[in-house]
């Protein structure tokens, strides 16, 4: 989310050639824009976030947001990627690439109980479970 929040995937494409020509990086951001506003507007609505949106360097307000969002999903099972829930700028895989891109191999470093531990880690990880409807029964 920190990474598509600041468009990190565009700068990705972008260094890596894989836009036909610099306009197109162009019109990318743009788009980008629109989409960040859209996606504020649904958090807005949800309730998940309140007042303006944040700018591509507060992205952590982002994850927030979109935790919470994710979290009052109706559903029996919602997703919390650790890349998220940890805030980190890179994504895990960058479609289109094989080798230019280090796809599925990023590892966060220490182990799992530490990295969990960690206080913004933590708070993250309540805020999803607060967000989480009840258990119905079958």
């Known amino acids: 989310m920190v990474g598509w929040w600041q468009g990190r995937d565009i700068i990705w494409r972008a260094e890596l050639d894989r ?45 927030d947001a979109a935790l919470a969002h994710i979290g009052m999903a109706n559903c029996a099972l919602a997703v919390l990627p650790l890349e998220d829930a940890l805030a980190l700028p890179e994504q895990p895989n960058l479609p289109g690439t094989i080798d230019e891109h280090p796809n599925w191999r990023r590892r966060p470093a220490g182990d799992a109980a530490t990295i969990l531990d960690e206080p913004a880690v933590s708070r993250r990880l309540a805020l999803f479970a607060r967000a989480r409807p009840p258990a119905q029964e079958p």
Do not use: C, I, N, Y
Not at 41 to 59: M, Q
């Open 19 to 63: 836009f036909p020509d610099a306009d197109t990086a162009k019109r990318e951001d743009t788009k980008r824009e629109q989409d960040r506003a859209g996606l504020w507007t649904a958090f807005l609505e949800s309730g998940a976030a309140t007042g303006d949106r944040p700018g591509p360097e507060e992205a952590e307000a982002v994850v």
